[in-house]
């Protein structure tokens, strides 16, 4: 039997929990082509899981992680292709813990045992925060002089908030998260990151015609943590998914609408060449 | 209460043998640290490093690099070292800011960000640029440290992705201790360690030099500059000396000001037969003249690749052995 740990990581409120909720729920409901299924649930503690995934199939928004040491997950799989038994370890930790890395420079020793046995890491994003990337006041000087007469800038002493981590973007404290690794766990590397783009199918419904690919979508998006990876590719292997685990927005008529289908048809994974249902393909990446 | 020892550079074996990996003593090490028993008190007053609580492991601090704390790169990676020059308001945090800013919103004129360790010293600089500041215009704040600070920029260029990445350490000194050092012999004395920079940018305040009545006097502060820095040995003569006009939007359509005669020459005149490598260069890191032709980071992207072409494939120097390595370790080369 193999033994793999993944770590989720991302910053609070990307899709972690959600993503894990519709994964338990996939897992436990296979059909005929699906490549990663459960093989055994003996001796599993799955209440957590169960949990969150129950919330997950009635259209609920699952509750937020709030455990800084990870909620212990521990999921016994089969690999339909290669008939391979493997036992996923991936602990559910909350935003705030990967946050908390780059605002107090310290992470806890339990997380730092946690990485020796890292196999992957899966870095989830949130598409729709403002703070993926910083805001200038020149880009708005720019887009203002499109509507207003120009004005001379004086040299006067002006009023400003004081630095703090709380206004760096969230591009910077993802690849400082990168940098520690790479720096503090020099022995984790080369490493398997699979980006994963949350709510996949806001970014499809806001992309119009053009299909936007996962991949194209973090050069554009989230430009520096695209370079950093880029420039890093012999340390961090990356894969990039555009996962949609929730599949539609929870009101009433997208829910109706939804009803008539299997909850399990409104998940969405882009991985770069394909649109599917399966949202085991990060977890079967990295196991690969 | 017992104290453990440990270190924050992964290599490091100090934890057991009780050597430093740079053959530092203990207390002179940057990246050293007692592990979770230690004294509290005690660790407050290690650079570098976050103090302690139990149960956590300190990661590097993101924070600009003093002289001491360079060995945080310099022992991974052979370093390019500019130092920048020039009056307070000049310009020279700003350049810096700039390149951070403009990284983070794609590749600059094909440059890909590699990496840095002082992103939060990067982060602080370009704080009164972003919106979340709540400044009414983009600013730099200044630079007030005593200590000659460092920061850290990995770049690589496209298509050449696959090769090494350069490192690139680049000095962010006051305006007002250069001014010192202009006026003073012991404050030129103590920036000796930027002998062993590999470029020197001299950056002439564009708003200085657009106006004709401070023009002279500018142009004159810097030549002071040098010239001491020279005389006093503190620049090598083989260094490449770069003099750079910043601001250049005031100045564009100034049709009564020459760059070749009013720049060019005045520095030529003065320094052609004391640097091997001169040359110049215009910039505006962030015009403030509305409705300008001159875009943000006018001229930066030009200045990095002309920094970043022509470098030898770094991996080669990291495979030679170890003592030629520590040719490329400025801060040991000044230490010993």
């Known amino acids: 039997m193999n033994k793999k740990s993944i770590l989720l990581a991302g910053l609070p409120a990307t899709g972690k929990t959600t993503f894990i909720a519709a994964l338990w729920y996939y897992l436990n409901n296979s059909c005929n082509d699906q490549l990663l299924m459960v093989n055994s649930l003996a001796g599993g503690e799955h209440e957590y899981l169960n949990s969150i995934s129950r919330d997950w199939a009635v259209y609920k928004t699952v509750a937020r992680t709030r455990s800084n040491n990870g909620e212990k997950i521990q999921i016994n799989v089969k690999n339909t292709k290669t008939d391979q038994i493997i036992v996923l370890d991936i602990p559910d930790f909350s935003g705030e813990t990967f946050k908390s890395h780059f605002d107090t420079r310290e992470w806890t020793e339990e997380y730092d045992k946690l990485l020796n046995k890292t196999n992957g890491f899966i ?19 720019e887009a203002a002089l499109l509507f207003e007469e120009p004005t001379e800038i004086s040299n006067e002493s002006i009023e400003f908030k004081q630095y703090s981590a709380e206004h760096t973007c969230n591009q910077v404290k993802l690849v400082e998260e990168l940098q520690f690794i790479k720096h503090h766990k020099p022995a984790m590397v080369p490493l398997k990151i699979a980006v994963v783009i949350s709510a996949w199918d806001v970014v499809e419904k806001s992309s119009e015609d053009v299909k936007v690919l996962p991949l194209e979508w973090l050069e554009k998006s989230m430009p520096l943590l695209y370079q950093y990876l880029v420039c890093n590719s012999t340390d961090f292997i990356l894969q990039v998914f555009g996962v949609s685990a929730q599949g539609l927005e929870y009101n009433n008529e997208d829910i109706n609408k939804a009803l008539s289908k299997n909850r399990l048809d409104n998940i969405i994974v882009e991985d770069g060449t394909e649109t599917s249902k399966d949202i085991s393909k990060p977890i079967v990446w990295i196991t690969e | 209460m017992a104290k453990i020892n440990n270190c924050d550079q992964a290599l490091c074996k100090v934890k057991m043998d009780g050597k430093c990996l740079e053959s530092l003593e203990l207390s002179e090490c940057p990246h050293f640290y007692f592990d979770e028993e230690t004294d509290i008190d005690e660790a407050e007053n290690t650079p570098n490093t976050t103090v302690l609580k139990s149960k956590s492991i300190p990661l590097f601090n993101g924070a600009e690099l003093n002289m001491v704390n360079t060995t945080l790169v310099t022992y991974q990676y052979p370093c390019e070292n500019i130092i920048i020059l020039g009056d307070s308001d000049s310009g020279k945090t700003t350049f810096l800011a700039t ?12 440059i890909y960000f590699a990496g840095s360790y002082t992103q ?26 005593k200590e000659l600070n460092f920061l850290h920029l990995a770049l690589k260029v496209k298509p050449a992705l696959q090769r090494p990445a350069v490192h690139f350490l680049i000095s962010d000194i006051s305006g007002e201790r250069l001014q010192n050092a202009r006026d003073s012999s012991s404050a030129m004395k103590e920036l000796t360690p930027l002998k062993f920079a590999d470029r020197i940018v001299v950056m002439l305040d564009g708003n200085k030099i657009a106006n004709k009545r401070t023009r002279e006097a500018s142009l004159f502060d810097s030549y002071t500059l040098l010239k001491r820095m020279s005389d006093e040995k503190i620049i090598r003569a083989d260094c490449d000396l770069k003099i750079v006009l910043s601001k250049w939007d005031l100045l564009d359509k100034d049709t009564s000001f020459n760059f070749e005669k009013d720049i060019e020459a005045y520095f030529l005149q003065k320094f052609s037969d004391v640097f091997t490598s001169f040359s110049f260069a215009r910039i505006a890191a962030r015009p403030k003249t509305p409705h300008s032709t001159i875009k943000v980071a006018f001229g930066i992207g030009e200045l990095l690749n002309e920094w970043l072409e022509d470098k030898p494939d770094q991996s080669d120097i990291l495979n030679e052995v170890p003592e030629k390595r520590i040719n490329e370790r400025w801060f040991l080369n000044f230490h010993s």
């Open chain 2, 99 to 110: 390149i951070f800013d403009i990284l983070q919103k794609g590749p600059l004129e094909g």
């Open chain 1, 123 to 141: 870095l989830f994003v949130d598409p729709q925060d403002a703070n993926n990337t910083p805001h200038l006041i020149t880009d708005a000087d």
């Open chain 2, 120 to 145: 939060v010293g990067f982060e602080s600089r370009c704080h009164l640029s972003r919106i979340s500041s709540e400044a009414a215009h983009a600013d730099t704040e200044k630079t007030n440290s």
